[in-house]
């Protein structure tokens, strides 16, 4: 299971590709951004909205641990997405907003966080029922699917002829000293 350490990492390296992922998708006119593209999410724009909800929803999930995060107390004020297609805005400026402030939280986070934290279990429901899973793997979750999407989105950036640049997360991983 992971450290605290690596969602550190992971959280900044979360929110610093979506800054480059937003700002790749801001040279694009917004019949661009909004053309369905065939993606599982339609176009950039549905994919980038859908990376929002799915955050959204388990950061209110989260909101259930037993720590109590005070970094968690904001998502309390951010309504739960109608479902994972849930488009917050069709305005990538307002979206924006929306995930810097979902960044901060998910670094505010990370930076709360214990070992013992991420080793205990978290209850939580959706659709398919109630769960109880590792906290640590579900962190895990949490950031695999936003580099799933932003995979899905920078494929589309490209297509479009828009190139975002190095998003491996090597990069991110410092030296060892």
């Keep these: 299971m ?7 990492l992971l959280a900044s390296y ?4 979506n800054t480059r992922l937003y ?3 801001a040279t ?3 019949d661009v951004l909004s053309a369905d593209r ?3 999410f339609g176009s950039v724009l549905g994919t980038l909205n859908h990376i929002v909800a799915g955050d959204t929803i388990w950061l209110r999930r989260f909101m259930g641990h037993p720590s109590g995060f005070t970094s968690l107390k ?3 004020g951010i309504a739960a997405p109608a ?3 849930h488009m917050y805005s069709d305005d990538l400026d307002t979206l924006l907003e929306h995930r810097l402030r979902l960044d901060a939280i998910i670094e505010a986070l990370a930076a709360e966080l214990s070992n013992s934290d991420l080793a205990q279990p978290l ?3 959706n659709a398919r029922g109630d769960f109880q899973k590792n906290f640590g793997a579900l962190l895990l979750h949490l950031f695999n699917h936003q580099t799933h999407h932003r995979g899905q989105a920078s494929t589309l950036l490209s297509q479009a002829g828009v190139d975002i640049g190095v998003t491996d997360l090597l990069e991110w991983i410092p030296e060892h000293c």
């Design 23 to 25: 700002a790749a998708a």
């Design 28 to 30: 694009l006119p917004k």
């Design 74 to 76: 904001a998502m309390a």
């Design 2 to 8: 992971p450290i605290r350490e690596d969602i550190v």
């Design 38 to 40: 065939g993606a599982f």
């Design 83 to 85: 479902g994972l297609a």
């Design 123 to 125: 209850s939580y429901r």
């Design 14 to 17: 979360n929110a610093s590709m």
